[in-house]
């Protein structure tokens, strides 16, 4: 590989950087050194270089890595093209990985082997193209090859071309969304985007505007006019998710809409057409909520005209490997990494897992084992899976509050068949903080 222009290199001690640079200098014409980040903004103006080595850990006794975490965010922001390689402490491989979840292109750990430093660090320098070009949003849906899921295509074929109704069940990270967008791809909307409302994020407050939209004046801080979801969907399809969270007044003004094909902006007495179709989703079981009285039947019935039920991960285990396949694939390309393969341990790890947090939990999973994987196959030590515990274990000596709040969390969702409502309503958290932490967590 040819010479490369120019590194930098953060870590807080002395002898690291001497190391580091005596080691960099025939690859590099320049290593700049710095002991701390607070000038590393400045030296950055002064020339971009091709790669940044940074520390994770700065002030002396605090090992959160939370500074490498901050300044890592405050480099891709105002560089988002400077490879930043992360330096971290064996310890910190989970730290490494959210790191290069937000963006880092690879990460280091202490003590390190010289060849492999040299390697990542030129490698990382070779090209300044953002890894997250790479199929960071390939959302599209793999199918599977079970049968469910193979009958379950053949209903979507069928139904998708139509402007029927659509609503979709199935447990928290099930692929609920991207079934909603497998529906809309294949109809004849398909030309303009399908907008998507989350009932389980919007404040309650805000429902109402977001749906509907409002005219100026309409409240405080109603300070133009403005377009809601469902006139922002008009001529195209509308994803509604969490649909179990709408609140009873709201049940009755969507039924009016979906019966009517008109929508009233809040503070308005101006009917507007709408022309959409409406594709909802939900882990509630609406039926028990129809029967206590929480959900009306003929919403329900308005909006169920097609059901999709999607099963759980655990109940199609013919599509665990190949899913974790494809996410591999994926995430090899993404990380530019070599894996692969899956070894039997792998696989046998994977078949046995029960799967709380479905294909989501699947794809962090395979996400994390390709970020530290070290060659072509993936073992099972690669794969870090919860043990689904029906309780938290009463021997908590060396555990940290987060592996508690972790163990909590995996027990509740699994506990409750993956209903999150159920399961922040059981931790007594709102769904959005629970939402929050499961993504940290990878869950
Ligand atoms: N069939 C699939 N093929 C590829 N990726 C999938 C599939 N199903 C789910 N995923 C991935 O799993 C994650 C969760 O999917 P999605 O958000 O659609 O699930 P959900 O059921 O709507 O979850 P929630 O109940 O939390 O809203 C996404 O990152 C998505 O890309």
Redesign the pocket.
């Known amino acids: 590989m040819s010479k490369r222009n120019k590194i930098v290199v953060v870590d807080d001690n002395r002898g690291v950087l001497a190391a580091v640079s005596l080691l960099l200098r025939p690859y590099f014409n320049q290593v700049i050194t710095l002991q701390s980040p607070v000038r590393l903004e400045e030296v950055l103006r002064d020339g971009v270089p091709d790669c940044l080595l940074l520390d994770m850990n700065f002030s002396a006794g605090i090992n959160t890595g939370n500074e490498g975490i901050y300044w890592l965010n405050r480099v891709k922001r105002l560089y988002p093209d400077l490879p930043v390689v992360l330096f971290t402490a064996y310890g910190d491989i989970d730290l490494a990985v959210r790191g290069m979840k937000e963006g880092a292109v690879d990460f280091i750990i202490k003590p390190w082997d010289n060849a492999r430093l040299v390697d990542t660090l030129l490698k990382a320098s070779g090209g300044r193209k953002s890894r997250n070009a790479a199929a960071d949003d390939d959302?599209?849906?793999?199918?599977g090859e079970s049968k469910a899921m193979l009958a379950l295509k053949s209903l979507v074929e069928r139904i998708a071309p139509t402007d029927a109704n659509v609503l979709i069940t199935?447990e928290?990270?099930?692929?609920?969304?991207?079934l909603a967008r497998a529906v809309h791809r294949r109809s004849a909307r398909h030309s303009r985007p399908m907008l998507s409302v989350d009932m389980g994020s919007v404040t309650e407050t805000l429902f109402e505007s977001e749906l509907f939209g409002h005219v100026k004046g309409a409240f405080t801080n109603a300070s133009a006019d403005r377009a809601g979801k469902f006139e922002a969907a008009d001529g195209s399809t509308l994803f509604m998710?969490e649909i179990g969270n709408l609140p009873p007044y709201l049940q009755s003004k969507l039924l009016t809409v979906i019966q009517n094909r008109k929508i009233v902006r809040v503070g308005s007495n101006k009917p507007v057409d709408v022309d959409i179709r409406l594709i909802c989703?939900t882990?509630c079981d609406l039926q028990a909520m129809v029967a206590d009285g929480r959900f009306r039947q003929d919403l329900l019935y308005r909006i169920n005209t097609i059901h999709l039920e999607i099963p759980p991960l655990r109940q199609r285990k013919d599509d665990i490997v190949p899913?974790a396949e494809m996410f591999m694939k994926r995430f090899s390309e993404k990380y530019k990494r070599e894996a692969s393969e899956l070894d039997g341990s792998a696989r046998d790890k994977l078949m046995s897992h029960y799967w709380p947090g479905n294909?989501?939990e699947l794809?962090h999973a395979v996400e994390k084992a390709v970020i530290i994987s070290d060659g072509p196959v993936l073992r099972a030590s690669h794969f870090e899976l919860p043990k689904v515990e029906a309780s938290v274990p009463g021997d908590v000596a060396g555990a940290t509050l987060e592996d508690m709040e972790r163990q909590m969390i995996t027990a509740a969702v699994n506990d409750c068949h993956g209903n999150?409502s159920a399961v922040a309503s059981r931790l007594g958290i709102t769904r959005q903080t629970l939402y929050n932490k499961m993504k940290k967590f990878g869950l």
């Open positions: 959302n599209s849906m793999y199918w199935g928290n990270g099930t692929g609920k969304e991207v998710d989703a882990n899913l294909i989501r794809e999150l």
